[in-house]
């Protein structure tokens, strides 16, 4: 199993560029979620998915939009790039509610 | 929205020397899951504590959660250069939060000099 994977590694873009974020597991895990990372802030919830068609809103959503069409794929689009973006984006899934999630390696995004 | 303080942020520690970190909410957890993240890597799960009062032990790691459920800690005996990275806590509330709402604490950075 490939596990979490996440495309691309690094993205530079320019304000006001829109962009997706790809996530994929292989461990047909109902739950899926996508952080982002800035220093000092820990791990802060973007959106997330209960399963394929069902998604919600966590404490950062503002400026993201995602899908799941299906259990395998849940990318995270950026609408119009802006500074305040540039972080590092983590994936996670996970197979069952309060169990452990899995992590992708990250996408870590610059937006000048 | 729930908040989960985690102390310290930073943490120097000569190898061998012992190390802690402290996850504090103001609200009862349903359970709390401890993450270590190496440089340039990403969260790898460690362990989650469900019941009040729960230690779990891994090798040279200890694992507590309080017994009203609202802190929890992990101890870290005789430190080697490779327990460098964050540590974080996440915990879920147990006041019917749905999946996906684990918070996250900021996460200690653990150094550990030769």
């Known amino acids: 199993n490939a596990g979490v994977t996440q495309t691309p590694k690094f993205q530079v873009l320019k304000t006001g560029q829109s962009m997706t974020l790809q996530c994929a597991q292989d461990m047909n895990h109902e739950y899926m979620s996508w952080y982002r990372q800035d220093p000092g802030m820990g791990l802060r919830l973007i959106h997330y998915?209960?399963?394929?068609?069902?998604?919600d809103q966590g404490e950062v959503p503002n400026g993201y939009n995602v899908s799941r069409s299906t259990t395998e794929d849940f990318p995270l689009r950026l609408l119009s790039a802006a500074p305040s973006q540039t972080s590092v984006y983590f994936c996670?899934?996970?197979?069952?509610?309060?169990?452990?999630?899995?992590f992708g390696p990250g996408t870590r995004l610059t937006v000048l | 929205g729930q908040q989960v303080m985690q102390i310290p942020q930073y943490q120097h520690v000569q190898e061998g020397e012992d190390f802690t970190t402290y996850c504090n909410s103001s609200?009862?957890?349903?359970?709390i899951q401890w993450y270590k993240q190496r440089p340039g890597g990403h969260p790898v799960f460690l362990i989650q504590l469900v019941k009040s009062g729960e230690v779990k032990k891994q090798k040279r790691l200890t694992f507590q959660f309080g017994e009203a459920k609202k802190n929890s800690s992990l101890h870290i005996t005789a430190t080697q250069t490779t327990d460098v990275g964050t540590y974080f806590c996440a915990a879920m509330s147990a006041g019917g939060t749905s999946y996906g709402k684990l918070t996250f604490g900021q996460g200690t950075i653990l150094t550990v000099h030769p």
């Open positions: 609200t009862t957890l349903s359970n």
């Open positions: 996670a899934s996970s197979g069952q509610r309060y169990n452990e999630q899995f």
């Open positions: 998915s209960v399963g394929a068609g069902i998604t």
